[in-house]
């Protein structure tokens, strides 16, 4: 549609002569629990002023209908101003009032104004998201970051529910079974950071209390909700206890008042993605509410996710990039923070520079190495564009880069910077030069260079260490070499370990450096005795892939699991990973390393993502005529390593749910079949809802799991959740018919919330069924542009992503990906963009599958 996909060029125009002094947004929610209504009235009143009289703008407006457009008194026919995407006006005035009043449509995707029925008890819930361009399919606007204003909300709901937006409410009144909510303005914010959350949420309420520096005494009002349905799982005071850590941090850290009042946290059904930092009112999925049991590292995720938003209320909500080129400026730092903030407001997870090492830093290499990679600071022409920089460079990338900028310029002077960044730019819109400055005014540093080297530029180096000794086993040199593209000025700690009397691998020595070019020598290193392992980025302080001397390497092999630190132990990890997916190390070395040391790994969240990495390894990296046997040594190794685990404890669900991932020999299924009925038990573990659905899954992929016991489970758990699960159960069933019917259902009708695009093309996509699945490849080619201009853009990613032939990772597909990128030089950049980071995949596949054929 025209209009729809907003320009970089055509947004500086509008801010270049538009300034907003506020809005009225009327929403009437009323016919929401009506599930043959598809739309709701939505009214906006916008007081703006042009500085160039006479001229024309528009209003973003994604709506079935629009009513009315009336601008300073004067009526204007909607069928001309309204294109399906914008509200055209011209003749403006300096001084102008635009009403525009519409009926929006309820959204099943997750893009504006979601709609969820809960099965359980048939409750209707509602939540908006916008970014970052979706508040146009609510209520017309300026949909824009840099054209803030004030918004002040009245939402009419069912009178039984409960309303929540960003400011808190001033006035409630009822009638005729409805009621109305009015808000109070919010300060100057962003469209796509406003918010509504209505319905008959579960609500836990609690509050926040801060004496400030001038004497004066800060009231936060703080609730977090969930659907009634969930309440029984909802352990809010977990929540509310790191919201207030957080607060106590940020508040030390930012020295700056949190500007919204109130701070409401809602979970929430289908949502798309983590959370979002609406001010005053954060959104979060609701699988973060669990209702089964899960590991430590989930709720560790959980409080990172909780602090990375917080973060965003003073990074991103009272200071918002221009444009969307910087988006980085809000998400590297809520990324950096989220970690940062673990540890620094004492939360119990200490663990988080592990987690960010091992787990984080594995997004940002895997975008970086894509031949769609870009700088940390973006060149977003449109709105498309946008939507896909939401990225591992955009986040995990560049909260990295944070990281070694501390590691550069230290803590106080960032921090510093920051204090002065909120308080210069509050309530306004920034770009790089403006953080850059403040930090060179408060680290006494040139950082263009510095900017230049790592914002700027695109990929990441590889530092291997270079060590030569004498006879004695003394080092006469050790160098780090640097690769890549482009070299950069990396501070790095060189970590040397030896074995212990006990035989740990523990550090003997630790040299800080700056690396600069091509090769730097550590001159520090030289008449030390020659170590057992040399790890490069010891306390992970730059961003870079690590390599090992061969000497290292081989000690790796026997000893990676002796590694005491936990953080280096990660490192090491990370560093053989990388060697696989580069087809540097064969893929059945990696999973033998795996299968030798996973069961002695202590921390859960590396656990598993060793598990994640090692199926991988056999599915894609591995030699094809190698991966039956790969498969059934991790089935064997998890089998064996669930019988050993501790009782109830983390490790040994971990554990149980590799053995539901992995199994496929009669033993296996006979024991995942065993755990369902009840006939089997392992000592300690529970067999709850969650776990119960994996062990169908595997049954299910195997054929081994009838319609029959399916519905059973369904009805036995009918629930948002089990009907996600069941989806996928019945996609990944080994049958012709079972991928058709997936694909159909994705494919053939746009009913489909995104979770259950995502169970279907998830079952539909198991790797040990590629034979099925081949099929699909051809008409999967043929069908992508139809889809990517028919659906919304949430949707058609899924669909791309999900249905893309990457198990099949052969040459014939690879042609496939080539043949159509090469006939394709029109389709949509961001359409392509996704096709070729698929393709990328799936080169690398075969890669590493070479490396590993013997
Ligand atoms: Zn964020």
Redesign the pocket.
């Known amino acids: 549609m025209p209009g729809k996909n907003l320009s970089r060029d055509e947004a500086q125009q509008r801010a270049s002569i538009l300034a907003v002094d506020g809005y009225q947004v009327r929403l009437d929610v009323t016919s929401a629990p009506d599930r043959e209504a598809g739309t709701f009235r939505s009214t906006t009143t916008v007081a703006f002023r042009c500085s160039q009289p006479g001229a024309g703008t528009f209003l973003d407006l994604l709506a079935p209908a629009v009513r009315s457009v009336t601008l300073n008194g004067r009526a204007l026919d909607p069928a001309t101003a309204y294109d399906g995407a914008r509200v055209h006006v011209d003749g403006l005035a300096a001084e102008n009032v635009l009403t525009v009043e519409a009926d929006c449509a309820y959204s099943r995707t997750g893009e504006g104004l979601h709609r969820f029925v809960d099965p359980v008890d048939g409750e209707t819930y509602l939540y908006t998201h916008y970014e970052p361009a979706d508040a146009r399919r609510v209520f017309a606007n300026f949909e824009q970051p840099d054209l803030k204003a004030p918004f002040t909300f009245t939402v009419t709901a069912p009178a039984a529910w409960d309303v929540w937006s960003n400011a808190p409410h001033e006035n409630v009144t009822e009638q005729d079974a409805c009621r109305t909510w009015e808000f109070a303005p919010t300060k100057p914010i962003s469209t796509y950071l406003t918010a509504v959350v209505a319905g008959p949420y579960h609500v836990a309420r609690d509050h926040y209390r801060r004496e400030l520096a001038d004497g004066t005494t800060l009231e936060i009002p703080l609730s977090a909700m969930c659907r009634q349905s969930l309440a029984p799982y909802f352990d809010a005071d977990e929540i509310l206890g790191v919201t207030k850590l957080g607060l106590d941090f940020f508040h030390e850290e930012f020295d700056y008042p949190y500007p919204f009042g109130k701070y409401d946290q809602a979970f929430v059904p289908e949502y798309n993605i983590g959370a979002m930092?609406n001010p005053g009112c954060v959104t979060f999925r609701e699988e973060f509410v669990f209702r089964s049991k899960v590991t430590d590292a989930a709720y560790e995720g959980r409080a990172n996710v909780i602090l990375?938003?917080m973060a965003?209320m003073w990074f991103?909500d009272l200071v918002t990039m221009r444009w969307w080129d910087d988006l980085w400026l809000?998400?590297s730092f809520?990324?950096f923070m989220g970690s940062y903030g673990l540890i620094g407001a004492r939360t119990r997870y200490s663990s988080a520079w592990v987690t960010f090492a091992n787990q984080r830093k594995a997004w940002a290499y895997r975008q970086d190495q894509f031949p769609t990679t870009h700088p940390i600071t973006a060149d977003i022409r449109d709105l498309e564009d946008a939507k896909l920089n939401f990225d591992g460079i955009t986040?995990a990338k560049g909260a990295s880069v944070l990281k070694q900028l501390v590691a550069y310029v230290g803590s106080e002077a960032f921090f510093e910077g920051a204090r002065r960044y909120f308080k210069r730019h509050a309530f306004g819109n920034t770009e790089l030069g403006d953080l850059l400055e403040v930090l060179e005014e408060t680290s006494g540093r040139d950082l263009k260079a510095w900017a230049a080297a790592w914002l700027q530029t695109s990929g990441v180096n590889a530092l291997t260490p270079q060590v030569t000794a004498d006879a004695e086993g003394r080092i006469t040199e050790l160098a780090v070499l640097q690769d890549g593209d482009v070299l950069r000025p990396h501070r790095i700690a060189v970590g040397l370990y030896d074995r212990d009397a006990d035989g740990a691998l523990v550090r003997t020595g630790r040299i800080e450096l700056d690396v600069t070019g091509a090769r730097t020598v550590v001159a520090e290193a030289a008449g030390l005795p020659r170590p057992a392992l040399v790890l490069l980025n010891d306390d992970d302080l730059t961003y870079c892939k690590i390599r090992f001397d061969e000497d290292s390497l081989e000690n790796l092999r026997s000893g990676l699991g002796d590694i005491h630190d936990e953080l280096a132990r990660a490192l090491a990890w990370s560093a053989v990973w990388n060697l696989t997916r580069d087809g540097l190390m064969p893929a059945r070395d990696y999973v033998a390393l795996v299968l030798r040391f996973a069961g002695q790994e202590g921390n859960i969240g590396v656990l598993q993502s060793l598990h994640a990495q090692a199926k991988t390894a056999v599915d894609l990296y591995a030699d094809p005529a190698w991966r039956g046997e790969g498969g059934r040594l991790l089935a064997d190794g998890a089998l064996s390593e669930l019988r050993e685990a501790v009782p109830a404890s983390d490790h040994q669900l971990a554990w149980a749910r590799f053995l539901a991932q992995t199994a496929g020999g009669a033993e296996h299924l006979g024991l995942v079949r065993g755990l369902l009925s009840g006939s089997a038990r392992v000592d300690g573990l529970e067999v709850d809802q969650e776990l119960r659905w994996s062990l169908w899954l595997a049954l299910a992929a195997a054929g081994q799991a009838t319609d029959e016991e399916l519905a059973a489970e369904l009805a036995a758990d009918n629930t948002a959740s089990g009907k996600r699960h069941y989806t996928q159960c019945l996609a990944a069933r080994p049958t012709a018919e079972a991928k058709a019917a997936a694909w159909s259902a994705v494919i053939d009708s746009d009913e489909l919330p995104s979770a259950l695009v995502e169970a279907n093309t998830a079952g539909f996509s198991i790797p040990s069924q590629r034979d099925l699945s081949a099929l699909y490849a051809a008409p999967y080619f043929k069908l992508l542009e139809r889809i990517w201009a028919e659906r919304t853009i949430e949707i058609a990613m899924r669909i791309v992503g999900g249905f893309f032939p990457i198990a099949q990772a052969d040459e014939q597909t690879l042609a496939e990906a080539d043949a159509w990128l090469a006939g394709h030089p029109q389709a949509a950049p961001a359409l392509r963009r996704l096709v070729l980071e698929r393709r990328d995949d799936l080169a690398r596949a075969l890669r590493a599958q070479a490396c590993d054929r013997i």
């Open positions: 930092e990375h938003e965003h991103g809000k998400e809520a990324d986040y």
